[in-house]
C-alpha cells in the first residue's frame, strides 16, 4: 500500500498470516465511517478555503461581491463562518476519521456496528451545516471559535460523545493489552473535548455572569480546543505514523509518557495569558503564561521523541508521502508552543494582541499542524481502508508543495503583519488608526492570494480523496504510489 506498510510486518518476525487477515477484516469494518469522515472534511475544508478568500477580499475591499442578495457575505459573517467550516467541519471530522481508524487498529478489534458512526457524523454534519447558515443568517455569536448560534452546540455535543463513548468503548474491549500512546493521546481528545465544550457553553450561553468572565473563558476554551483536542489527534497520527513507515520503534516509550502527561498537566491551565493587560484578576493571566511556558517541557519530550525516531531515515520524505506531509506538522506543532510561550510574555503580549499575529498564531496550530499531520495520516490510511492505490503520485506532490508554500505564507504574513501593525500602532506622529489598518492591507492581499493557493491545493486532494472513496484509485498490483523511486525495495506487499 502506500509507503512502508506496518513496521511489525517488518521487525516481527513470528506474524502469521491470521495477523494479516485481522489487519485486512479492521481496515474493512471502519470503511465506512472512515471514509465518511475524510470525505465530509473535504467538503468543509474546501467550504473554508473559499470563506477564507472572501473574508480576505471583504476586509480589503468593502465594495467586493457588494450584491443586495448576497448582503450576507460581509467581512465578519464570513470571518466567523470561516472559522467554524475550518475547525469544527474539517479539523475535528478529519481527526476524528483518523482516530477511529487508529483505535480499531491498536485494540486489535473489528468494528462491529459502523452504523452508530454514521449517525454521529450525520448529526455533527447537521450540527456545522446549521452553525454556518445560521451565522450567515445573523444568529451567530461573538465569542471567538463559538461563532455558531447557541442553539447548536448540544447537536454537536451530543453527536461528539456518541463517537467517543464508542472509542471507549472499543478500547475497553482491546484484544491488545499493551496501551500505545497513541491510544492515550485518542482517549485524552475523546474526554478533554466534551468537558471544554460542555463547559465553555454552559458558562456563555446559561449561566448569567459578568462579560468579561465569559471573556475569560472562551479565551481558556480556544487554547483548549488547540491544544488538547487537536493536539492529542495530532501527536496520535504522528506517534503512529512515523515508526509504521519508518519500520522502528518509537525511540522512548517514557519520553512519550512525558509528553503526554505534560500536556494533561498544563494544557488546560493555560488560554488565559491572552487576556494579559485586560480588566481580570492578574493572576488570571500569570496563571495562563505560566502554564504555557511549562508546556515547553512536553513539548521538547516530543520532539526528541520524533527526532530520535527518524534519526537517520531522513530520506524516507523523499519518497513517502505521508511521512512528507507528518514531518511538517511535527516541526509545526514544536514551533507552536514556542510561539505560544512566546506571545505570554507580556512585552511581546502587548505587540501581538488585536493585530493579524492572532490570525497567524491560530494558522500554524491548525494548518501548518493539524492540517499537515491529517494529509499525511489520510493519504496513509485511505489506500488500506479502499484497498487501491492513489491515482497519481504528481497530484500528491503538488498537494504538497501548494499547502507547504501557502502555509508558509499564511503563517508569515500574519505574524509579519501583526508586528508591522504593532509598530504602527506606537507611532504617535499618526493622529488615528488609520496608519495601522492602511499597514495591515498589504498583508491581506497576500492573504487573499494565500487562500487561493490553498484552494488549489486543496481541491486538488479533495477530487483525489473522491475517486478513492468510489474505487477508481490503482489496483494493489501496480505497486504504492510513491513520490520517488530510492526505497521500492523496501515496499512490502500491498494487502498488509
Known sequence: MSDTAESTDKTNPH??????????????????????FFSSAGVWLIVAMVLGFFQAMKLQYPGFLDYDFLFFLNYPRTRAAFTGAL????????????????????????????????????????????GVLGIFAGFGNSMEWMEFPKWVWPILAASYSMIAVWMITMFVRRREQNVYIAQWYILGACVWFPWLYLTANVFIHLLPGAAVMKTAVNAWYT??????????????????????????????????QLGF?????????????KLVGGPLPSWMPGVGGAATLFMLMPV???????????????????????????????????????????YCVFPIAEITQLTLASIGFQMLGIYAFFSMTMFGAIYFIVPRVTQTEWRSAKRINQHF??????????????????LSQSAENNNL????????????????????????????ANANFFFHLVSMTLGLGKKEAEGPTLLGHGAHHQELPSHT
Not at 471530522?93 to 481508524?101: N, R
Not at 516530543?302 to 511535527?330: D, E, K, L, W
Not at 488615528?432 to 484552494?455: D, E, H, I, K, P
Request: aromatic share 12%; hydrophobic share 55%; charged share 5%.
Open 223 to 256: 487554547n483548549g480546543v488547540l491544544f488538547l483536542v487537536l493536539g492529542p489527534m495530532g501527536l496520535a497520527a504522528a506517534y503512529y505514523l512515523i515508526p509504521k513507515i519508518l519500520g522502528r520503534p518509537i525511540y522512548s516509550y517514557q519520553l512519550a
Open 429 to 456: 506622529d499618526v493622529p488615528n488608526y488609520s496608519g495601522v489598518v492602511n499597514v495591515g492591507m498589504f498583508y491581506v492581499r497576500g492573504l487573499a492570494v494565500t487562500f487561493l493557493l490553498l484552494l488549489y
Open 15 to 36: 506474524q502469521t498470516p491470521e495477523d494479516v487477515a485481522l489487519r485486512a477484516s479492521i481496515d474493512r469494518s471502519v470503511r465506512l465511517p472512515v471514509l465518511f
Open 300 to 342: 521538547i519530550a516530543v520532539a526528541i521523541n520524533h527526532h530520535m525516531t527518524t534519526r537517520g531515515q531522513h530520506n524516507a520524505m523523499s519518497y513517502s508521502p505521508t511521512m512528507r506531509f507528518t514531518a511538517i506538522g511535527a516541526i509545526s506543532y514544536t514551533l507552536l508552543n514556542v510561539v505560544a510561550a512566546l
Open 401 to 418: 508543495w501548494f499547502s507547504a508554500y501557502g502555509t508558509v505564507m499564511l503563517v508569515g504574513l500574519m505574524i509579519v503583519g501583526g
Open 261 to 273: 502527561w505534560g500536556l494533561a498537566i498544563f494544557g488546560g491551565w493555560a488560554g488565559m495569558h
Open 87 to 130: 475547525i469544527y467541519g474539517w479539523a475535528i471530522q478529519a481527526g476524528l476519521g483518523v482516530c477511529v481508524w487508529l483505535m480499531a487498529r491498536l485494540c486489535r478489534v473489528p468494528l462491529r456496528n459502523p452504523i452508530t458512526l454514521i449517525i454521529a457524523g450525520h448529526f455533527w454534519n447537521a450540527g456545522v451545516l446549521f
